[in-house]
C-alpha cells in the first residue's frame, strides 16, 4: 500500500498511536499549548458545538473555556491505523469520555470514536490535520461524592 | 516459537489488534455483515446466554435480536497477543461493554475479558476461530437522561 | 536514542505493553504470585495509602488486604513507551479502576495514570522498577444490583 518495509510502517503506527495518547493526556492535565502542537494549523475540526472554528489554537481556546474549571477524562482505545502514504494516515480509536465542571454545566459521560486524519509535517511529526467523532451515546450523570483514598483503610490499622 | 523475524511477528499481532478493534466497531455500528467476515465459519462461541449456536451468522442473528433496537459500546483494552505458529494465535483483551436496548430489557455494563484464539484464513487474513468471555462483573445500571451536546455551552455565550 | 533498529525497539515496546496488560490482568483475577513476578525486588512504589511500602510482596500483601473479599476491575489505556536505553524504559498508561469489596468498604471508580519505570532483569524480561499513579478524579459510586446474564432474553424465547 505504502511500499514502505513492515519495520517502517509498524513505526509510524506506533508514533501515531502515541500522538492521540498524548492529546488525551494533554488535555486532561491542562497543557493547551502541548495539544496545539499536536494538530497542523490548518487542522479541520468537525463538531457539533464548535461549526465555525479557524484551527487548533481557536478550537482548544473553546474547549479550555467550555471545559474549565472542572476535570475531563478522555480516554482511547483499539486504534485502526492505516498509512495510506509514507506521510499521510488515518486513525480511528475508540473514546470514552467523562467531562464533569466545577459549576455542574457540563456533567456527561460519552461513548463513540474519533475518526483522524494525520499527516507528516515538516519537522518529520506527525499532527492530526482532521479531527472529527462520530458519538455512540452521551449520558448525562448525576454528581457523585468524591472518593478519599485514605477511605477503606480500617482492615488495615485493626487487623 | 514461530522462527518468524521479530518485525513479521509484530506485523501479525498489529493485524489481530486491528481485527478486534474492527470488530467491537462493527458491533457497535451495526453491520452485522462485516462482523460475520472477522470469524472462520467454523468458529467456536462459548457464551452463557448461547450455548447452542452453530457459527457466527446464528451467533450474530442472535446477538442482533437480543440487543436491537438500542445502543451498545464495546471497548478493548491491553491486548496479550501470542503467535502460536506462523498462522494461528492466542488473544487476550480486557472488555468493557455498555448495553442498553430501547425497551430496557437490557441494560448494563460489563468489565472482562475476552478469551479468543484465531487463525489466517485461505485469504491470508486473520479471522477468530474461538470466541470467549470471563466476566469480572456485570451491573445492571439504571437509566440516565441522554445528554445534549449543545447543553453547557451558555459561557462560551455569555462571555 | 537506544542506537536499536525500529523493529527491536518496536519488540521491546510490544513485551512492555504485554507486562502492564498481565499486571492488571493478574490483579483481577487474584494471581498475587504472578503479580510479584512483574516487579524488581527492589520496585520503588509511591502511593497514597501505602508510604512505608519495602518491595513488591510487602504492597502486593497489602493490596491484596484492601480489596478482597471482592471485585476489581483495572483497565489500562494508551501506553506511551519510552526506551530510554537497551534495557531501561519509562511507560504511561491511562487507567480507569473499579474497586468494590464485599463489605462495601471500597466502593470507587477511578481515573488517571500509571507513571512507570522499567528494566530487563536478569533473565532478559520486563519489570517494573518504579510504580506511581497521578490521578484525575475519584468517584465513591454507589452499590449497584448485579446483571444476570440470562436477563433480557425474554424475545429470543418467543419469536
Known sequence: ??????????????????????????VDLRDWTGVVELFSPDCVFTHPVHADVTG???????????????VSVHQVHAP????????????????????????????????GFYLDELA????????????RQHRLRMDAVPPVRSWDPKEGTSRDHHR
Not at 511500499?3 to 492529546?23: F, M, N, T
Not at 487548533?56 to 472542572?70: E, K, L, N, S, Y
Not at 492505516?82 to 455542574?104: N, P, R
Open 120 to 131: 507528516k509535517n515538516g519537522e518529520g511529526r506527525w499532527v492530526i490535520t482532521s479531527f
Open 56 to 70: 487548533p489554537r481557536d478550537f482548544f481556546d473553546r474547549v479550555a473555556r467550555r471545559i474549565t474549571p472542572g
Open 1 to 26: 500500500m505504502t511500499g514502505l518495509p513492515a519495520a517502517e510502517v509498524l513505526w509510524e503506527i506506533e508514533a501515531i498511536k502515541q500522538v492521540k495518547a498524548r492529546y488525551c493526556r494533554l
Open 80 to 111: 485502526e491505523i492505516t498509512l495510506t502514504s509514507a506521510t499521510t494516515a488515518t486513525g480511528t480509536w475508540a473514546l470514552h469520555d467523562y467531562v464533569e465542571t466545577d459549576d455542574g454545566a457540563l456533567r456527561y459521560q460519552g461513548y
